[in-house]
């Protein structure tokens, strides 16, 4: 444990150092050439966005709309997803069209009747969510990790390394919750991929998000080999000046799969954001329903505290001196200390122990999405029962925040398909007839019936699914990144398959989406299914926990590369179950999803990093397992 005090210990004395901020923050240039945070700054010293820097903000992205004759809605929130403001310029659009250029029809695709206040809030939140002290991610970003080949164009390489999350923190889930006193809170979309959402930082931490839509679409980007002048991402650009990432955090300083990330395409803005008057009269700061329920502009909450919802574990014996951080309601009580399952089947001590485990494994593993390089992996850690209850939540103090919401669907996700009784659940579902102006979904059945074609007794017979082999299924081609081949059994074909017109992940929450923002009352759950309330997901990270043969529940995590958050969960699981001797364990091999031929070979289970910790040169650490 030596290592790793001395560790942390670094991180919080020498990883506060630099990165461009707000009033009397260094130049960008300094911000360069700084070391920047690594994750324990905003714990020891908490900040956050002032009215005066949600002003500022507003007024030099409204500037620049004025400088390009354009009219937009500017949306800016802290960390949590607390809005803070939403301003409409005067003739702005009401509303705006949801399109991948693609030509699709089904889904979300062609809905044109969704407030322009809700496509800038997630922008902002997106922003806000996918960053942290380690890394800033755009919306950019986002559009560049969920689309059928990584990179976008790259015949036969395989979907985003985050497919799928775009329907995340949703205004549905149980999960972020748009009434609660603290975060995190939800995005009305989901998380967003089209170029307008930035990060908003000061002292190298991360303090919120801006979103912007003044385009009319809600998109993204189908090819990263040019560069764009986007209209709406130029608008954030100048909205965060001042406040704009540290460069050497950006993610195009980030790489995976030897692949560079993108942050922005252009920053040549056309005002002076240090000319930027008090806000101008050329709109007004607008009342959203369910996200903004006042007008004006309010301060943000420092992240860190009870009262942003995230701040440090105080009374678990099991956690101390693992720098575990836990979810509060706003009045410092924990809202998911770890408890027994609602079913009999995992106790207290069992899910303490499964927790403590996965967070050492994320303590000592090689960070795949931050820098500086040789920093330890930021997630979110969830164990849920086989009634899909959260047993207990705990996270890294920097992981980003977006992982909150997916590390549950994740863990909800693998047991879901694990159970024998998924495929009489799916099929029971009523199919509804969608409101305007949605096309009808496809019937919950259809996809059973793809599954069980490609793999007889598919969701009865209690195969052992992770969210890897999830994952596997639920692309546009099967075998994944073969271009040209035909749709997993979770899919739509390619010709009906976008970002916005996923398959079963979407059309399971959809027409609940739709309704939550057409009536502007957040209300759950996204489906009619208990085990996966908050949706499925269906990116790597998860797996179910067994007691022999009998399933008892799953463990998710969320947050770094999505290697590292399979082997936090797998190698967690792992070793909670070597150090309590009470039968918890990984499902027998005979059991598990990797069992299973399809089409290109079989499903993965998991995939590790082949040497990923900071404290031991040990390499294929989950073989044998």
Not at 339 to 353: H, K, M, S, Y
Not at 453 to 468: D, E, F, K, M
């Amino acid at each position: 444990m030596r290592w790793m005090v001395v560790l942390l210990l670094a991180v919080v004395l020498t990883g506060c150092g630099g990165g461009s901020g707000g009033d009397g923050g260094p130049t960008v240039a300094a911000a360069a050439a700084a070391p920047g945070c690594s994750g324990g700054c905003a714990a020891a010293a908490p900040t956050a966005l002032t009215v005066a820097d949600v002003n500022r903000a507003l007024s030099q992205a409204v500037q620049e709309a004025q400088a390009r004759g354009a009219l937009g809605t500017i949306a800016v929130v802290d960390r949590s997803g607390n809005v803070l403001a939403v301003f409409k310029m005067t003739g702005a659009a009401a509303t705006f069209t949801i399109t991948s250029g693609r030509g699709v029809t089904g889904g979300l695709e062609g809905v044109n009747i969704v407030p322009s206040e809700y496509a800038a809030i997630s922008k902002a939140i997106t922003g806000a969510y996918l960053s942290s002290e380690g890394n800033a991610f755009s919306t950019r970003t986002a559009s560049q990790i969920v689309q059928e080949n990584f990179n976008p164009g790259e015949i036969g390489s395989p979907g985003g390394p985050l497919f799928g999350v775009q329907f995340s923190s949703l205004s549905c889930s149980d999960v972020v919750a748009a009434g609660a006193t603290a975060g995190p809170k939800p995005s009305p979309l989901g998380l967003a991929a089209d170029p307008g959402g930035l990060p908003l930082y000061k002292s190298g931490i991360v303090v919120g998000g801006i979103g912007v839509i003044a385009d009319g679409i809600y998109g993204l980007d189908l090819n990263i080999n040019d560069i764009d002048q986007n209209l709406d991402e130029l608008i954030a650009v100048a909205g965060a000046s001042g406040f704009d990432a540290p460069a050497n955090r950006r993610a195009d300083r980030i790489t995976a799969d030897g692949r560079t990330f993108r942050y922005l395409d252009s920053e040549a803005i056309a005002s002076n954001p240090a000319t930027a008057p008090a806000l101008p009269a050329a709109g007004a700061l607008i009342v959203v329903a369910a996200y903004k329920p006042v007008a004006a502009v309010t301060a943000g909450v420092a992240f860190s505290t009870a009262a942003s919802g995230f701040r440090p574990d105080t009374t678990t014996p099991a956690f101390s001196g693992l720098n575990a951080y836990v979810l509060d309601n706003g009045a410092g009580v924990n809202r998911y200390p770890p408890i027994a399952g609602t079913d009999t089947f995992l106790t207290a001590a069992e899910v303490t122990r499964i927790l403590a485990e996965a967070i050492k494994i994320a303590n000592r593993a090689r960070a795949q999405i931050r820098q500086p390089l040789g920093t330890p992996a930021q997630v979110t850690i969830s164990v849920v029962d086989t009634n899909a209850a959260i047993l207990g939540v705990i996270r890294t103090p920097d992981a980003p925040v977006f992982g909150t919401d997916v590390a549950v669907q994740k863990a909800r996700s693998a047991l879901l398909f694990s159970k024998a009784n998924t495929a009489a659940a799916l099929n029971a579902l009523p199919f509804v007839a969608s409101p305007a102006p949605l096309l009808p979904n496809t019937p919950i059945s259809t996809y059973v019936a793809n599954m069980q074609g490609l793999i007889p007794g598919a969701l009865t017979n209690g195969v052992a699914y992770s969210n890897r082999a999830i994952g596997n299924i639920a692309r546009p081609f099967l075998p994944d990144g073969i271009n040209g081949n035909g749709p997993g059994p979770l899919s739509k074909s390619f010709a009906a398959w976008s970002p916005f017109s996923v398959g079963l992940q979407l059309d399971l929450v959809r027409d609940k989406v739709v309704t939550n923002i057409l009536t502007g009352v957040n209300t759950g759950p996204c489906n009619a299914i208990p085990a996966v309330t908050n949706g499925i997901q269906i990116f790597p990270g998860s797996v179910p926990i067994y007691r022999g043969a009998q399933l008892v529940g799953a463990i998710g995590i969320s947050g770094d590369g999505i290697d590292q958050d399979d082997m936090v969960a797998f190698l967690g699981l792992a070793n909670a179950g070597i150090a309590l001797g009470t039968g918890i364990a990984h499902a027998p091999s005979a059991q598990r999803a990797d069992t299973i031929a399809v089409p290109g070979g079989q499903l993965r289970y998991v995939n590790c990093p082949v040497a990923p910790f900071l404290d031991t040169t040990a390499t294929n650490v989950c073989n044998g397992i």
